[in-house]
């Protein structure tokens, strides 16, 4: 893509349940500090079925620009079609910076959007800005499990970046901003449509969910098995807390995946997060560095999580676990 | 006509090393361990070797693998073969130098793809325990033109469709795609299987194939980064922990309860 003409901060917004992602509107705060580095305007763009309530919302939070690509085929998510979307807006509007969230759509989005312009990508961002110098985006992100941070400068144009879920915070929603709409048209046609989703498995799940808990608590390795779980469960429901699980719970098979916390499991924020007998490899802390407070029991005084930590035990669980829940039974009785 | 598979496997530092091992020199702006640590195939790399050979197991079917990397411990990179794959291709080259960028690798793997001819099926890590992009496969994909499914946790294969079953946050979904076509797989696919002995007789008199980037027609020019490392060190964590302490384990179970509810935290 021609680099002399390229100019704005594109944020590629995504849907949930119709409405503007929470997703989309923390990335659109990383594109706002962006356009202020700039000086230039921050653009976002959503393709589906009824673009017209997130446009507003996309406004409301900081956008000056909302393309529309709209059109029934794009009803449902559809990694080709919305890719198909998404670089259409890309050539026609032609950013020197585009943005989209490390989601499920954005892990797959991204890396082939842009290969298809010829872009450089820099994955699972946590903080972008602009170097004065050379008006290049400098992105920091986490690698080698989180043992190490990287800056990264892309070459070419756009220069794109992912950003890690929960990293920025959204901006205050303000109703009276004003920000054009304007819709792009892009040719989709159903024959572009060749991976087809046969069969959706949702987990039936009656605890709270993790990505949005107040409190979470996860177990690890150390529980030893399946059965402890069923304790860490019960302290749970009484916290009114998520359940999670470090990745070698999970590998064990004593938990499902989806319980996994971490740089292949879910991001989670809480206010507290509480962790058993989990060593806190770098891995796992790279999902949990948004909590607030962590507090670890663990028998291993020089265990990582205590570094980590703001309130630890070293001890066994076993021993710990059971007066812990049994304390909290008679303060929330 | 037995099923052409092929799998993209990266040879990585080892992501279990004790920490005291792992230095970031930040000077050359790269991570580096000592000698004695030998690397590892990308952990995510060995699920998508299984992957194949569970297809393998049930048609007939040749598994190729393919890495591409400035230099490689060949004993480590031969485990495929020992587990039970057929071909082993190692892309080698000094240009090769730098294997971090997204760009650079998938371009070298696609011409190589290019030049090892007709295949049904591409199987990739979900990512590489490195710099955990998750992007290379799916550069692939879209410079082969070749629908892709990630993070794969069951991968089959019948009537000109692979069928995937992959992890989401939400539970799990099923997905089916038209070959030739690319899927990435994850660590809920569930363990590698280990070389049998016989497997590892069959590898040591097996030699890679190795090209160069000139076998390749690539030259540094072509395989210029489209993503520069500016800095790189290591992360400093703040965190101050207050251990709490009773007279027994128990007691330590109660006074941490009750510091959690003075902190206002429950
Ligand atoms: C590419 C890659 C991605 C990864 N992604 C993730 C991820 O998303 N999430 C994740 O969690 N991991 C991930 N991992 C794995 C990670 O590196 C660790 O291996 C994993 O987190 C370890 O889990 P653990 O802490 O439960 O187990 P361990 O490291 O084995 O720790 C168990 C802990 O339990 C303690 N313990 C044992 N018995 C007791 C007892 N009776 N009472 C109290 N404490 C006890 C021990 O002291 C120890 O600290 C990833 C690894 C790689 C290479
Ligand atoms: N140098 C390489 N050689 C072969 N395969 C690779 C290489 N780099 C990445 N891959 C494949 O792409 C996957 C994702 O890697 P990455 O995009 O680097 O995180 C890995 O799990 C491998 O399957």
Redesign the interface.
């Known amino acids: 893509m021609d680099a002399v003409d390229s100019t704005g901060v594109l944020v590629l917004g995504e849907l949930e349940d119709g409405a503007l992602a929470s997703t989309s509107k923390e990335t659109l705060a990383a594109g706002r500090s962006l356009a202020g580095g700039l000086g230039q305007p921050l653009s976002l763009c959503i393709a589906g079925a009824d673009t017209d309530a997130p446009a507003r919302e996309a406004v409301a939070h900081g956008a000056d620009r909302v393309y529309t690509v709209t059109n029934l085929l794009l009803a449902e998510y559809h990694p080709e079609l919305h890719l198909e979307a998404l670089a259409g807006v890309c050539h026609q509007t032609k950013p020197a910076i585009a943005l989209m969230a490390r989601t499920t759509a954005g892990r797959d989005l991204a890396p082939r959007l842009a290969a298809r312009l010829g872009a450089g990508l820099a994955q699972d961002c946590l903080d972008m800005s602009i170097d004065p110098e050379s008006g290049r985006m400098v992105a920091r992100r986490p690698v080698y499990g989180g043992n190490a941070m990287a800056a990264v400068v892309c070459a070419g144009t756009p220069q794109m970046a992912s950003i890690r879920p929960k990293a920025y915070e959204p901006l205050e929603p303000d109703p009276s901003r004003q920000g054009d709409v304007v819709p792009l048209e892009v040719a989709l046609d159903p024959s572009m449509k060749r991976v087809r989703l046969v069969e959706r498995i949702e987990e039936e799940s009656e605890g709270v969910q993790l990505e949005t808990a107040g409190i979470v608590v996860a177990g690890g390795r150390g529980l030893g098995s399946a059965a402890p779980f069923k304790e860490l469960e019960e302290t749970a429901r009484l916290l009114g807390a998520g359940i999670g699980a470090s990745r070698a719970a999970v590998d064990a098979g004593w938990v499902p995946a989806s319980w996994q916390i971490g740089l292949t499991g879910k991001t989670i924020s809480p206010n507290l997060y509480i962790t058993v007998a989990i060593s806190g490899a770098s891995q796992h802390m790279a999902g949990c560095s948004g909590a607030k407070v962590i507090v670890a029991i663990n028998k291993d005084a020089e265990a990582n999580i205590l570094k980590e930590a703001r309130y630890g035990v070293v001890g066994d669980w076993q021993k710990v676990w059971p007066a812990f829940t049994e304390t909290l039974r008679e303060l929330l009785g | 006509m037995p099923l052409n598979i092929l799998v993209l496997a990266k040879q990585v530092i080892d ?1 279990e090393m004790p ?1 005291s091992a ?1 230095k ?1 020199e930040r000077e050359n ?1 790269r ?1 580096s361990v000592p000698s004695t640590l030998p690397p590892v195939v990308n952990g995510f790399d060995e699920n998508a070797v299984e992957a194949a050979l569970r297809i393998k197991d049930g048609q007939e079917a040749t598994v190729t693998v393919l890495s591409m990397g400035q230099g490689f411990a060949l004993e480590v990179m031969k485990k495929p073969l020992s587990m039970g794959a057929d071909t082993l291709v190692l892309l080698q080259d000094d240009a090769f130098l730098n294997t971090v960028d ?2 650079a690798i ?1 371009l070298a793997l696609t011409t190589a793809i290019r030049k090892l001819g007709a295949f049904d099926l591409i199987i990739a890590g ?2 590489a ?7 290379v496969p ?2 692939v ?3 082969l033109g070749l ?4 993070t794969g ?1 069951k991968v089959e294969v019948g009537d000109g469709l692979v ?1 995937v ?1 992959r ?12 070959l030739p ?1 690319l899927v990435t797989v ?3 696919l569930g363990q590698p299987r280990y070389p049998t002995l016989r497997g590892i007789m069959a590898a040591t008199r097996k030699q890679p194939v190795i090209w160069s980037a000139q076998d390749l027609g690539l030259d540094a020019s072509d395989l ?12 400093v ?1 703040d ?7 009773g007279e ?7 006074l ?6 003075e ?1 206002k ?2």
Do not use: H, M
Not at chain 2, 147 to 150: E, G, L, Q, R
Not at chain 2, 167 to 178: K, N, R
Not at chain 2, 248 to 254: I, L, P, T, Y
């Open positions: 992501p920490l792992f970031v702006r991570v997204s760009f998938a979900r990512q325990s490195d710099w955990d992009n998750a992007q799916l550069a994909a879209e410079a629908p892709s499914v990630t946790k069928t079953e992890q989401t946050p939400e539970g799990a979904e099923v997905v089916e795609a038209p076509a994850s660590n809920e210029r980064p489209r993503v520069e490392t500016v800095d790189l060190y290591v992360p964590t965190a101050e922990c207050e251990l709490i302490q027994d384990e128990a007691e330590s179970g109660r941490l309860a009750l510091k959690l509810r902190a935290l429950i």
